[in-house]
């Protein structure tokens, strides 16, 4: 986008997000499987729409073949009480293939890796996840149908497949929340969420994070309020969202950011998020389309951090379109600009692309002399479809056959910073106006009730005027369940990646860029997922 255009266009849209355009997501409100009846069109509202992922799902990207874990039963009457548990588990063994330059005696020239060194780290843009990792979740709730009360416990790493104890991989309570759906009639819905919980905005997937398990807009990690209203006329949805966040603690200049507690940042004050949302929808004969825009705002302004630490924020203005095709498939796609102004000292309330706070945003994105100020263009979308389902029309199709599944998905983001830091490598800026893009294609097979075959290509370019630090890897897989729709996998998976001449990865605690490691050219995985 020309510069001359880009700050106008994105400051128009954060006003129009302001008073009413968005929606990231026409999946149930309560995770799929898991929602409140919606009334009929002579009600009003025509479906029950959520601005974004239900903070029950699991905050991991896509499974293999589109398969989107569907999640508990709310109660459906005031008088009923009833206690629901849920869950997620996936457990992988990753083995990471390399060569020893120069072996000694005793010494083998081929090395293996566990966890495989691979540029595939969650907060980098070089993140693709087809690396699968460890991922536990179990959510209960207690209620009826007006009040909830949810829990989740989260955990990132099994004890007994650990080398040495990471305990904060060890997630414990992570949700916290009351989920409130007061009836206001048929014609406006209402709900709250009160407590302390996660919201995730730009989801590609219809009802997880997508295939690169990154929102596109921002992922908010704290404790508040969050609202949202919704009503319909004839075909047309309408929605309005607001919330406020914080944090309940706060690390001193006396804490020593380690491994076991997730590095700490005493660099970073006391945050708080206020978010906006509101959308427009219409669907017929089965198909829908949704507009929206998002507008956040993070800030600290804490005198705790130091008295030469100016107050710091960041600034989300975004736009998004999901498309509900039927048989045609479903396409999401968005359009982010992220202004940080000496974000440092926002902590890790806000998650942009996966980065924690503006710490985060610094390490991987502005660069150190930024002093967190600088900004963001992205853009990205999915296209899904399910070739079953468009073939069987007019007949319905539940996933109870064969099917071909295929997802395309790509994202790119356009950086401008003050660290005006040349990469001594090849002369060009290493932070400011770069672009960085990756893409790829997914392809998933069910040929028996037992068995399918996946395969997956990636092409990341984390600067796209130098393509010796890019990468292409291909994943093929193969599947095997205990049925159709069975809630289990077992996956065998393989993966090569063709790395350019400076693909880099991130090693150490806390984990850098070091262009002096070589990665692994290939993996082995075998992973079981199993939801409920």
């Known amino acids: 986008m020309d510069d001359r255009f880009k700050i106008p266009a994105f400051r128009a849209l954060g006003i129009l997000a302001a008073a009413v355009v968005t929606l990231a997501s026409v999946g149930p409100a309560y995770g799929q499987g898991a929602v409140a009846p919606a009334p009929d069109a002579s009600q009003g509202l025509r479906f029950d729409p959520s601005l974004s992922l239900d903070p029950t799902l699991p905050q991991v990207g896509a499974m293999p073949g589109g398969v989107t874990p569907a999640f508990g039963q709310r109660s459906l009457s005031e008088g009923e009480w009833r206690f629901d548990f849920h869950g997620y588990i996936l457990a992988p063994l990753n083995m990471g293939f390399n060569t020893r330059p120069n072996p000694l005696p005793g010494q083998t020239k081929m090395v293996l890796h566990a966890p495989p060194v691979v540029p595939d780290d969650l907060e980098t843009f070089s993140h693709t996840g087809v690396v699968p990792t460890t991922y536990v979740q179990l959510n209960f709730s207690e209620g009826n149908s007006i009040v909830t009360a949810n829990i989740s416990i989260l955990a990132m790493q099994a004890n007994v497949s650990e080398s040495f104890l990471e305990p904060a991989d ?67 949805s309408f929605v309005l969202e607001e919330g406020l966040h914080g944090q309940t603690n706060t690390a001193s200049v006396t804490v020593t950011p380690d491994v076991w507690n997730n590095f700490a940042d005493p660099g970073a004050g006391s945050t708080f998020v206020a978010h906006v949302h509101g959308g427009v929808g219409y669907t017929n004969h089965g198909m829908g389309v949704m507009l929206g825009g998002h507008f956040m705002r993070a800030f600290s302004q804490d005198d705790r951090d130091g008295t030469s630490a100016p ?44 980065t924690q706070g503006g710490k ?19 853009v990205g979308g999915q296209y899904d479809l399910s070739i079953g389902r468009l073939v069987s029309y007019p007949v319905p199709f539940s996933g109870d056959g064969p099917d071909l599944f295929v997802s395309l998905f790509g994202m790119q983001t356009h950086v401008s910073s003050t660290d005006k830091t040349v990469d001594s490598n090849n002369g060009r800026f290493k932070y400011d106006n770069v672009t960085k893009r990756k893409f790829g294609i997914e392809a998933t097979y069910s040929l028996l009730f037992w068995l399918a075959a996946s395969a997956r290509f990636d092409h990341v370019d984390p600067n796209v005027d130098e393509t ?38 991130r090693v150490g605690d806390p984990p850098i860029e070091d262009i002096s490691v070589v990665p692994d050219g290939d993996m082995v995985s075998l992973s079981a997922r199993m939801w409920w």
Request: proline fraction near 2%.
């Open 311 to 354: 107050d710091g924020r960041i600034d989300v203005y975004a736009g998004d379109v999901r498309l509900n095709l039927g048989r045609f498939g479903h396409f999401y796609g968005a359009l982010t600009y992220t202004d940080a102004l000496q974000a440092r000292t926002v902590s890790r309330v806000i998650s942009i692309l996966n």
């Open 468 to 505: 010796r630090y890019g990468f292409s890897v291909i994943s093929p897989r193969i599947i095997f369940h205990t049925g159709w729709q069975s809630t289990d996998q077992l996956v065998l998976q393989y993966s090569h990646w063709f790395n350019g001449a400076w693909t880099t990865v």
């Open 170 to 236: 060890q997630l414990g309570i992570t949700d916290v929340f009351l989920s409130v759906l007061p009836p206001l009639g048929d014609r406006v819905h209402m709900q709250a969420l009160l407590g302390a919980f996660t919201l995730r905005y730009g989801s590609t997937g219809e009802y997880d994070e997508g295939r690169y398990g990154t929102p596109l807009i921002a992922r908010i990690k704290g404790v508040g309020e969050h609202v949202a209203l919704k009503t319909g006329w004839r075909k047309f």
């Open 360 to 378: 985060g945003l610094m390490d991987n994105y502005l660069g150190d002399l930024s002093g967190g100020t600088g900004q963001l263009t992205t």
